[in-house]
């Protein structure tokens, strides 16, 4: 136990001693430390020693770059020496010590650490986010230290004109600092402590959520700055003004003028010296000097030294700032014209309403000084392609038209300064006022809209100036922020539109333009369809009617697309109600019954006159109440017609057409005229005379204008625009033609058209309304019907075209399937019945037309339709029976008979054994492999004439049979 007990207190002790040990190594780090501290504080106070005698001061740079390494190695971090023995406390002392001396100028390091180092720093120091953490070993107060140190720094650099340490000052004294922010509570005790003038005081404690605010450390800086004697330097300092600079004195003021409401009396009064100093230095200054680059800081000048004045007193600097911008206004340089409309446009942003004005520079003031020296009319006088210059004689207007006191002549002013111009002035002018629009008053917009008129007018011909006008009122309506000007841009877009003189291109970008007015948020559906009716105007009167078709699709087009509902808010519903409303579809047709009229007139000329004559004539015995028909009938027209018989097609019974109306078929002088029957019993004509017949409906009323307005567009464009609205009208509105514009559309287009082009333009029309199996047909069922039997199935087959005959095969197979006599499934048909309505004119199409393309087109279509018979037809009509009618169509083409007379007993030899192939394609003999019922694939079509050439060689072939064909035959 004695042992145990020996050893715990030797544990002890040696537990003792290394504690003991610990401390004394603690405390012998501490000793150091100190010592090495107060080397450092000795070194820092050995540097700022004055030296010897004789010897220049020498800026420690040693501290400087201790210096720089600290806040440049990582300058997003907060590491500022902020102690009073660091580098940063070293180097202000130095600098202020060095200001004072005359190697001031001389010495690079401090110079280096002015112009760098030192602004860093201040910026760190005030306005850095990690000033306003908390107050952590009491660095708020050292910052607040140092700060001071830039202070006595900023006092002793005023006679030098050290930029630098003026920039740093006014970050010192911002009142806006993270730093005064966050000691905005703290009261100035300095001040009160030193018995400081006080140059600044709380004028006031502002509060907020229950705390107070005094910005202290701001006062104490400002009466620090004064007690140093800062504003007596400054006042020496303008008392010199040789070497004076605009931004020297602009950085003299202007941070006291930032933070003007914490000055007191004294300080105003101590500044009312200075200010006068200031204003001197401006006024003596020549216009070479006010209008160089330099004029920016005198302008701030004179708006410090007007918040730096008793507001009794303001009145007279702003007199000083009036008579400046004077000056400078009556200089014809660019310069001096732009100073003077940036300090008027000061003075302007610097006034106050004549209501709370009290004392201070009001509105009527400015405006008064504005009319009387006539500022808009001596700026517009020139400069105007100068972007920057136009913008601020933009706001001087601005200030004007807010203040309702611009007149209409400083308007007219305005825009006759670009009339006539080069495109950068027109184009400068031109925006500024549309972007002005939206103050104008409503005299003031209908004067600018008359200027552009009188403009517009006085340009016919040039379309520079039409096309830069036109840009103008699309920019008008672009920056229209409420919809003010939208009435008289649409109005004015609309006039433009109904100008002849106006080139094409430029019509549609009216168009354009007024489409996208009407697009816009603040156009009603009141506004919209006003003018649909004015475009449904426009084409019942004949005029502009290609615009008006344009602008009415283009203005249906701003409604949302939903066929599925039909209400005013979606395009169906909207066409819909036109329609019934305004009647447009008939409308729209008779438009182009007119054009074609006109266009006939146009390229025979000879017989208007007729026309005319025959029409008064007609006049004469028609009367209002009488129908179309009994109208016809009075008229007793006699044109040679050809005797029919009772079976004979209604076309051939037509009654005659008024020539006048442009409606005329053309009597084929040269077909036989025996009629024959075909195998199934029903005559045909061979030879269809077509003559002339009464139009369906009179024609409209033809403005005056109207042909002077389409002379402007081709007539194949217009014809394409009418069946362009047509087609839009139809499918977005969910409509289907009827009878009666339909064939007034067959008649002008089809039958009856001035040129050739408008027939492959209807027949290609009509093929698009006919539809498929996606796409249902735009025309009503009966009136494709009655179109198809007694219309189409009686037009001479030599004038279709490849589009017509495309229309007719969609036709065929519509209204038969329609009839229940053929059956269409996707791409696949059946013939359910033999005698389908349509088939005789597609025999004649195959044996009649003289273009080779259509002709095979018809032939391959007879053999697939005679090929896809289902088995029950087969039954009744066998194929031989297609044999014998192939023969008997040709023995009825005169051209054809003589090639077939001589094999005529070998066809009829082979016909009761075998069917025979007439030139079909190898793939249509029999059903497709795979099809139920003998449906097959419409796409299987080959194209093949079936003409005297290779009908001849076909018979050849069959009068001297091989082996092979034999046993094909047999087969």
Known sequence: QQQQQQQQAGASFATVDVQHQKEDKKKKQQRKEQQELEQVKQNALDALNDPP??????????????????????????????????????????????????????????????????????????????????????????????????????????????????????????????????????????????????????????????????????????????????????????LKPETLTGNILLLLLKPFSECCEFLTAEALNTFSAINQCALKYIDNCGVVDLKSKDYDALSEVMECVRKLTPLAEQAQVDAFRFNIAAKLLDSSTFNSKMNALKEINRLCSDSFPDLIANGRLNHSRVLAWLREHKVIEKCIKGNLHHQQYVKKLEDVVQYSLEQKQMSLAELSAVWDAQVGKHDAVVSNVHDMLSRLAWYFQPDQLAHLLACFKASW???????????????????????????????????????????????????????????????????????????????????????????????????????????????????????????????????????????????????????????????????????????????????????????????????????????????????????????EEDDDGIETDTNIVEEEEDPLVAPNYVHPNAKKSLERYSHAHTVKQHLQFLRFLLTDGVLSMPLEPAELLWECLIENPPVDEDRSMGFEWFRQCVGDDDDPSDIDADAMDALFEQRFLRMDPNKLTTEGFTCFQRLLFQVNQA??????????????????????????????????????????????????????VLEQHPKSELVDKCLARLHERPALAKSISHSEEAVSAQSSSAPISVQMSAGSASSAPGTVGGVADMSQQSSVRTDSSSYSAENNAVEEPDEDQEQQQQQ
């Not at 004119?841 to 005679?866: G, K, M, P």
């Open 53 to 238: 005698p004789g010897e220049p001061y020498v800026f420690p740079e040693g501290y400087l770059y201790q210096l720089e390494h600290s806040i440049f190695t990582d300058s997003s971090a907060w590491k500022i020496p902020i102690q009073h023995y660091e580098s940063f406390c070293v180097c202000l002392r130095a600098a202020t010590k060095l200001c004072s001396r005359p190697e001031f100028a001389t010495d690079e390091p401090c110079r280096r650490f002015l112009s760098s180092a030192l602004g860093f720093c201040v910026e760190k120091l005030t306005d850095a986010v990690e000033v306003m953490s908390q107050d952590w070993h009491g660095i708020q107060g050292t910052i607040f230290d140092d700060l001071r140190l830039v202070v006595e720094l900023t006092v002793a650099a005023i006679p030098l004109d050290c930029a630098p340490v003026l920039e740093a000052f006014a970050k010192v004294i911002n009142p806006t600092s993270r730093f005064h922010c966050k000691n905005d509570d703290i009261e100035p005790v300095l001040s009160r402590q030193n018995n400081w003038t006080m140059y600044a005081n709380v004028r006031s404690i502002r509060s907020f959520a229950g705390r107070c605010y005094v910005t202290g450390r701001l006062i104490d800086f400002i009466n620090f700055f004064g007690s140093l004697g800062g504003f007596e330097r400054i006042q020496e300092r303008l």
């Open 457 to 675: 007018h006085a340009a016919k011909g040039e379309r520079k100036i039409m096309e830069s006008l036109l840009q103008f009122i699309k920019r008008l309506a672009r920056d229209d922020r409420d919809g003010r000007m939208a009435k008289e841009v649409l109005q004015l877009l609309w006039d433009l539109t109904h100008d002849d003189d106006v080139p094409v291109d430029i019509l549609e970008v009216a168009l354009e333009s007024h489409a996208r007015v009407l697009s816009s948020h603040f156009s009603t559906e009141a506004h919209k369809r006003a003018w649909m009716t004015a475009c449904v105007s426009d084409l019942q009167s004949g005029i502009n009617v290609v615009p008006a078709l344009m602008q009415l699709e283009s203005i249906g087009k701003t409604y949302f697309s939903n066929r599925a509902f039909a209400n005013d808010c979606y395009r169906s519903g909207v066409l819909r109600r036109l329609n019934s409303e305004q009647n447009l579809m008939m409308v729209v047709v008779e438009s182009l019954v007119r054009v074609c009229k006109m266009e006939e007139e146009k390229l025979n000329p000879s017989k208007l006159n007729a026309g005319h004559q025959h029409a008064s004539s007609a006049d004469q015995l028609s009367t209002e109440t009488e129908s179309l028909s009994d109208a016809v009938s009075q008229l007793q027209l006699s044109p040679q017609t050809e005797e029919t018989e009772p079976g004979a097609t209604a076309a051939t019974a037509a009654p005659a057409d008024d020539e006048g109306d442009g409606h005329r078929l053309e009597v084929n002088k040269d077909k036989s005229k025996d009629k």
């Open 819 to 872: 009839n229940q006599k053929l059956e269409v499934l996707h791409s696949k048909f059946c013939v359910k019945e033999a005698d389908l309505t349509g088939l005789d004119f597609l025999w004649r199409v195959s044996l009649e037309v003289d273009d080779e393309a259509i002709a095979s087109q018809a032939v391959t279509l007879l053999s697939n339709l005679y090929n896809h018979f289902t088995e029950a």
